[in-house]
């Protein structure tokens, strides 16, 4: 893996018949060229390496937390962890490898480059597995760039989204890679147009009901960012007053769905994504930063007005406006897991006993959506 900034990073992919590339642009966008892949299944072909690179970089960590530079010519590898788990995540898939686990190898440093050769030992589904790893380790004297005039010709696109599908359990949201229609003659004009993104949400973005606004409603809540290794810092707390009708923004995603937005301090939003129905069965909620980067969870009807969160634990209960065509809904008793760098909470929270399911909260909302 290859990184060219905070959000473009490549990926070469190479088996025993074909040999093909995998370039990431600003978070949004993934190119392929040569890459055997499933339709519809996309992003599995992105998801396997980055995980497997994430492991990789994980386990040199615990050999060598001082970094590449602490590495000698030759050190063997030979660790045992009886109680440290290491978890592994892109937005669209996870795992946890837990203790015990050991790891050995060997690795030695030349001119900056480290070459390690590794054995990972650990239990999965209650029997004994092994990883086996052979690379390189390095950090150059400056970040990499993409050439901005290369052509797009060759290239298949796809855009990294929430996408649904439809199941006897309801609509269901979750993340992809969905392949576009639209073509760019090079990498600057996609960029570009990724960049313009923002701008042509907005435009399409109209008052829920800017004839009934409605009376005034009250959101509290601190938010914090969440680093790579799940280190949370706090950005901060605000109480955003609003009227439903004029300051919650609805937007068009499909022809059967729509996205009720309110925007929030610190560049943040909250959303509800809907499926107007003759019976509410599910929905997502979305919590996003600066109209780009988000968290999110889907929601499916457990029973009555009590709506089970799809992946963990948690459950939101809520009430419906069955006379507003918008089909405005209002949540409460909420306790859910924010997946994804940005985390949200309101002021009433209590933090789950069970320390397996760290960092799920329970929070009371009074916000219509």
Known sequence: MTMFGSEDFSVD???????GTIIVIAGRAMLMRNVPHEGGFEIDTLDAPVLMHQLVIALLDQAFPQGAGSVGSSVPINIVQKSRAIRIATPSASGRLEAPWTLNGTAGSTDGRVQYDLRFEFTANGAATSLAFTGFWEKGPASPTLDEHMSLDGWTVHWLTPMTSTSQRGVTIDYGAKPVSEHWPDLAALRAYIADEPARRARRRTPADAANPGEERMFAYEAFSVDKHGVRTRVGESVRDYRPGVDV??????????????????????????????ELTGFGLVLAKDDSGF?????????????????????????????????????????????????????????????????????????RF
């Open 295 to 367: 968290s999110w969870e889907w929601f499916n009807r457990e029973r009555d007005d009590v709506f089970r969160k799809l992946l963990g634990g948690g459950s939101v209960r809520v009430s419906m406006d069955a006379g507003s065509s918008s089909r405005i809904f209002e949540c409460s008793i909420c306790r859910w897991m924010r997946r994804g760098p940005h985390r949200i909470r309101t002021v009433s929270f209590t933090k789950s006993k069970d320390r397996s399911r760290r960092q799920v909260e329970r929070a009371c909302v009074s916000a």
């Open 249 to 278: 923004l609805v937007e068009q995603t499909a022809t059967d769905a729509w996205k009720k937005m309110l925007p929030l301090d610190f560049g943040l939003s909250v959303s509800a994504i809907v499926y107007p129905k003759e």
């Open 13 to 19: 992919i190479e088996d025993p018949s074909t040999t």
